[in-house]
């Protein structure tokens, strides 16, 4: 798991190539005029606009993926992240191959995404979005990026 503020991205780039596919979008778009909804950006890339209200943490799920890295970039509001690594985790189900995902039961490290920073999930890493940190219903408005491996 990666964890830092948007102009230190440049610094991850020889992580994943698909970054730099990130790196471009986040500098070359308008990022208030985007609707929500999925944007594919092209090398298997996609951009989901998301916008949602935190939500007390016995209604967030924890979540982790094999094929894509996930990564997180905070446009407004505060939300809480949970992470953990994913081995000290147990399946709260089966995984789910046509989207990517498998539910988790586990306990949590708190992080809060806020504007100007980002988090990047590799498939090691559990998380939990969608947490209250002061106040349950908060608006968030974020960009998930799916990169494949």
Same mark, same amino acid.
């Given at each position: 798991?990666?964890?830092?503020?948007?102009?230190?991205?440049?610094?991850?780039?020889?992580?994943?190539?698909?970054?730099?596919?990130? /790196?471009?979008?986040?500098?070359?778009?308008?990022?208030?005029?985007?609707?929500?909804? *999925?944007?594919?950006?092209?090398?298997? @890339?996609?951009?989901? @606009?998301?916008?949602?209200? *935190?939500?007390?943490?016995?209604?967030?799920?924890?979540?982790?993926?094999?094929?894509?890295?996930?990564?997180? @970039?905070?446009?407004?509001?505060?939300?809480?992240?949970?992470?953990? !690594?994913?081995?000290?985790?147990?399946?709260?189900?089966?995984?789910?191959? /046509?989207?990517?995902?498998?539910?988790?039961?586990?306990?949590? $490290?708190?992080?809060?995404?806020? !504007?100007? *920073?980002?988090?990047?999930?590799? !498939?090691?890493?559990?998380? $939990? !979005? #969608?947490? $209250?940190?002061?106040?349950?219903? *908060?608006?968030?408005? #974020?960009?998930?990026?799916?990169?494949?491996?």
């Amino acid at each position: 798991m990666i964890y830092d503020h948007i102009d230190n991205l440049h610094i991850y780039l020889a992580l994943h190539p698909a970054l730099a596919v990130v /790196e471009e979008f986040l500098h070359n778009s308008n990022l208030d005029a985007l609707e929500p909804g *999925t944007i594919e950006l092209g090398e298997g @890339v996609t951009c989901i @606009v998301a916008e949602y209200e *935190t939500v007390a943490d016995e209604e967030s799920v924890i979540e982790c993926h094999r094929r894509f890295v996930d990564v997180h @970039v905070a446009l407004q509001g505060v939300e809480g992240m949970g992470v953990a !690594p994913v081995c000290l985790c147990l399946p709260a189900g089966e995984y789910v191959e /046509e989207n990517d995902y498998q539910l988790l039961h586990g306990e949590l $490290s708190l992080l809060a995404l806020r !504007p100007g *920073t980002f988090a990047v999930f590799f !498939p090691g890493d559990a998380h $939990s !979005p #969608k947490r $209250s940190l002061s106040q349950i219903g *908060t608006a968030v408005r #974020k960009l998930i990026f799916k990169l494949p491996l």
